[in-house]
């Protein structure tokens, strides 16, 4: 059997999931602030004042899966999983977080949640981990 080819939906792909690296870093700065100062920690207030249970636990949920998920997500390493992830997040960011605050500032957390919602359905393509994965497999 030959090879599959890349196409255009799979360059496509790739380009979305550029996406994943920029949360990564965005993740990046909440990890090292509470790996710093970890009791002064100020998103653990920010997930507390959303009435979340355990705020250090969901800050810290929230926080990797911006970094990890993320960085997953732009390597195509299980892609789909982290992308829910990152799509379960961005959802609370928006809705949650700024769901009062107007359309400009939510609309970071849903150009994010819209990206990885489209990966959540449509996978990495040919041009990811996952890809490589799949054919020694």
């Known amino acids: 059997m030959a090879a599959a080819k890349v196409s255009i939906t799979d360059v496509g792909l790739l380009v979305l999931r550029v996406t994943g690296a920029y949360l990564a870093v965005h993740g990046f700065g909440k ?5 710093d100062n970890p009791s ?7 997930v507390k004042a ?15 899966s911006e970094l990890v998920g993320g960085a997953a997500v732009a390597l195509g390493a299980y892609t789909r999983v982290a992308a829910v992830a ?4 961005m959802f609370v960011a928006a809705f949650v977080k700024h769901g009062d605050d107007g359309f400009l500032t939510m609309e970071p957390a849903l150009v994010y949640l819209s990206v990885f919602l489209g990966l959540v359905f449509m996978g990495g393509g040919r041009l990811s981990i996952d890809a490589a994965w799949r054919k020694k497999g």
């Not at 990152?86 to 997040?89: E, G, K, L, N, Y």
């Open 31 to 35: 990890v090292a602030a509470g790996i």
């Open 40 to 46: 002064g920690w100020g998103f653990v207030g920010a």
């Open 50 to 64: 959303m009435n979340f249970p355990l705020p250090h636990v969901f800050a810290w949920a929230a926080a990797l």
């Open 86 to 89: 990152c799509s379960a997040t």
